[in-house]
């Protein structure tokens, strides 16, 4: 499945926070190879020290930001599925209601693994270009 199709499936509050917590994603993924390609471009060694110590606080940002993404798109999905099926006036049965609606409130977490470790990557290599440059 593609995560068109698991957004569109979900419940009509669900979606919503779905698409925003991956639109919120793709956006801390964005801002840091945005930095890190920036910083990488960098050819003075004065320069690429500066914005290294520049970029520290939001390579943090983009590192703890998805796992909280993620786990908010999660909780934020499922309440969304349960006051949908309330105030629909449906008899609430939470197992069916968690079942049907987990493969799109599960990929806002599951998302957020992979970016946070491709920008923890990230921030190692832009780390040791800093060390590089602060010692040289």
């Not at 957004?7 to 698409?19: D, F, K, W, Y």
């Not at 703890?64 to 993404?69: E, G, R, S």
Request: glycine share 8%.
């Amino acid at each position: 499945m593609h995560i068109i199709d698991l957004v569109q499936n979900t419940q009509p509050g669900a979606s919503e926070v779905t698409l925003f917590v991956v639109v919120g994603l793709v956006f801390l993924s964005a801002w840091k190879i945005w930095m890190s390609l920036t910083l990488w471009t960098i050819t003075n060694p004065e320069t690429r020290a500066i914005k290294y110590n520049q970029y520290q606080g939001h390579a943090e940002v983009t590192i703890n930001i998805p796992p909280l993404l993620g786990i908010l798109g999660t909780l934020g999905g499922l309440v969304c599925a349960v006051i949908a099926q309330t105030t629909a006036g449906v008899s609430i049965d939470l197992n069916q209601i968690i079942s049907a609606n987990f493969d799109s409130a599960a990929l806002t977490t599951i998302g957020s693994i992979p970016i946070c470790a491709c920008n923890f990557i990230l921030r190692g290599i832009d780390h040791q270009l800093g060390v590089e440059n602060e010692s040289t």
